[in-house]
């Protein structure tokens, strides 16, 4: 048998030049890193310590858009990975500095997302078809300071899932219109750019 011992003596040869490169490797990372690779070696299961970090993001996002789901979280760069509700609630949730309350989504599948808002705005709105309803809560973001409106950049398709169903926004379309020459403005070209009127 003397070619299976051969076969093992290159792979010994291997896998001392392998764990040569490993060390060389590990001796480069920094000390943070090595307390990384020293847990994970370890089987020590690695925790994220930037939620405070995190927290204050998602607190301002709950603030601007009225609530926040797990899956937006992470879609939006939040988080490094789709964290579960539990987790979610644990390590950022429960940092934030704005009383906050959860409600099921309907429109996600089985079971519905969890929205987590802030209780002083009320309960986040679900709008499940295009309706004039829909239109209103979209037209009421705009700046009506302001002279012309884009509202393109207002059509969230995380905020507003019945936006990512086909044909959705031909029927939208003129509901925005109905509700913003309500509001004095007229509709420019095909696009959804909005002047208000002289």
């Known amino acids: 048998m003397p070619s299976s011992h051969g076969e093992y003596s290159q792979t010994v040869k291997t896998m001392k030049e392998g764990l040569e490169k490993v060390k ?20 020590k299961r690695e925790y994220t310590k930037t939620y405070d970090d995190v927290a204050i993001i998602v607190e301002q996002h709950i603030k601007s858009n009225g609530f926040i789901t797990t899956k937006e979280a992470f879609d939006l760069g939040y988080t490094t990975k789709l964290l579960d509700t539990t987790t979610f609630n644990r390590c950022i949730v429960s940092k934030l500095g704005i009383e906050v309350g959860k409600k099921r989504l309907s429109g996600s ?29 979209i037209a009421s973001k705009i700046d009506t300071t302001r002279k ?29 219109i109905r509700v913003m020459s309500e509001k004095g403005y007229e509709v420019i070209g095909n696009e959804l750019k909005f002047v208000r009127g002289a």
Do not use: C
Request: zero cysteines.
């Open 24 to 43: 060389e490797l590990a001796d480069a990372l920094s000390d943070s890193d090595k307390e990384r690779l020293m847990r994970y070696l370890g089987g």
């Open 109 to 137: 599948g089985s079971g519905g997302r969890m929205a987590f808002y802030d209780k002083s705005l009320g309960e986040p709105n679900e709008h499940n078809r295009v309706d004039i309803h829909l239109a209103r809560a």
């Open 148 to 176: 012309h409106n884009d509202l393109m950049p207002l059509l969230d398709k995380n905020k507003y899932r019945v936006l990512g169903e086909r044909g959705s926004l031909k029927a939208l379309r003129p509901l925005l």
